[in-house]
């Protein structure tokens, strides 16, 4: 079993949807939950971080963490043709040294149509 | 505030030719870090230091891949002898105490032929 797992995509919304991207983990211990956005040719960067059940909203962004269920979620309200790239659901899994490692998933291409 | 800054952007090389790749990361950074992210993949933690300590080194191919910190700030990645399989973008990435607000830089594209 991947230590994080994301489908793949593509995933096609229409501009003006939302779009819902999800990721599901295997370590139950796994405290910190983030969605990096990663444009085609570029690095990956930031975009959202949760540490708590529930839901957590940054403008047209909202995470939402399941831990009983080792779920995380993106949703992006009100797509727009700029929100097209590849999101990344990373984890933090405790090393066998005590220190926090960030694993990534393989990453959900969005694709929003105009 | 200036970005991690990687280099070379790209590199292509022969199998079993070696490379080395050059990173310098946010000042004041504490942690660096090396990934790997072959194409249509999510990016593979290779190596970890705090300052210039390795934290995390376990998925770093030791027998061909080889890291290190000079005076907890640049760090290098080397390869040699290169695999076919090694082709990927290589990311540097630096953080500072909250290990969560990681700043990635451009990447190094690596291609072995």
């Known amino acids: 079993q991947k230590e994080v797992e994301q489908n793949s995509g593509p995933l096609s919304v229409p501009e003006g949807a939302i779009a819902s991207l999800n990721c599901t983990y295997s370590?139950?211990?796994?405290?910190?939950f983030f969605w990096y956005r990663q444009y085609s040719g570029k690095s990956p960067e930031l975009i959202m971080s949760?540490?708590?059940?529930g839901d957590k909203e940054d403008g047209r962004f909202t995470a939402q963490l399941n831990k009983a269920s080792q779920y995380v979620s993106l949703l992006i309200r009100d797509s727009q043709p700029s929100d097209s790239a590849t999101y990344l659901c990373?984890?933090?899994?405790?090393?066998?040294?005590?220190?926090?490692?960030?694993?990534f998933g393989t990453g959900t291409k969005l694709q929003v149509i105009p | 505030e200036a970005g991690v800054a990687q280099s070379p952007r790209y590199k292509i090389i022969e199998k079993r030719q070696s490379v080395a790749f050059w990173c310098n990361p946010i000042?004041?950074?504490?942690?660096l870090y090396w990934y790997q992210q072959i194409l249509g993949q999510g990016p593979k933690l290779l190596i970890q230091?705090?300052?210039?300590?390795?934290?995390?080194d376990s998925q770093l191919p030791k027998d061909r891949f080889s890291a290190e910190r000079l005076k907890g700030v640049d760090s290098t990645l080397k390869i040699q002898p290169a695999k076919l399989e090694d082709s990927a973008v290589y990311l540097c990435?630096?953080?500072?105490?909250?290990?969560?607000?990681?700043?990635f830089g451009s990447g190094t594209r690596l291609t072995v032929v």
């Open positions: 000042s004041g950074h504490a942690t």
């Open positions: 990373a984890v933090n899994i405790l090393n066998s040294g005590g220190y926090q490692k960030v694993t």
């Open positions: 230091f705090q300052n210039n300590g390795v934290v995390d």
């Open positions: 990435a630096s953080s500072p105490d909250d290990p969560w607000l990681r700043t």
């Open positions: 949760i540490y708590s059940n």
């Open positions: 370590d139950r211990g796994s405290q910190s």
